[in-house]
């Protein structure tokens, strides 16, 4: 079982930057493939990106292709996603997850789950 604390979250304008970062504890994150899923005020936990343990792929929701990146820093043991050009509809508590297998958007392919953190972008 690895902990996962997230951080990074905040307010920001439409069109600006965040940048969420992961800190993982108990395990090393290149056991894992790692994913960041977001969950808005009622709606189901959403798949966001992916990256292996190994490798060090990566893929990602066709809603943020082209704005977001998920990188890794095995010697942190940290994951993070750097958010540009940010929407409204981006507004979400953004989650950090691990899981066994890579490739999955789905949330209960993940083991372990951080607490969460809001991110609001205003229009």
């Known amino acids: 079982q690895v902990q996962l604390v997230e951080s990074g979250g905040g307010l920001v304008q439409a069109g600006g930057s965040l940048r969420l970062s992961c800190a993982a504890s108990?395990?090393?994150?290149?056991?894992?493939?790692m994913g960041w899923f977001r969950q808005a005020p009622g709606k189901e936990r959403q798949f966001v990106a992916g990256?292996?343990?190994?490798?060090?792929?990566?893929y990602y929701a066709d809603s943020v292709k082209g704005r977001f990146t998920i990188s890794r820093d095995n010697a942190k043991n940290t994951v993070s996603l750097q958010m540009n050009s940010l929407k409204p509809e981006d507004t979400a508590v953004y989650y950090c997850?691990?899981?066994?297998?890579?490739?999955?958007?789905?949330?209960?392919?993940?083991?372990?789950w951080g607490q969460g953190t809001q991110v609001t972008v205003s229009s």
């Open positions: 990256i292996s343990g190994s490798s060090g792929n990566t």
């Open positions: 997850a691990a899981s066994i297998y890579y490739g999955s958007y789905y949330p209960r392919a993940y083991n372990d």
């Open positions: 108990g395990r090393t994150v290149s056991s894992y493939a």
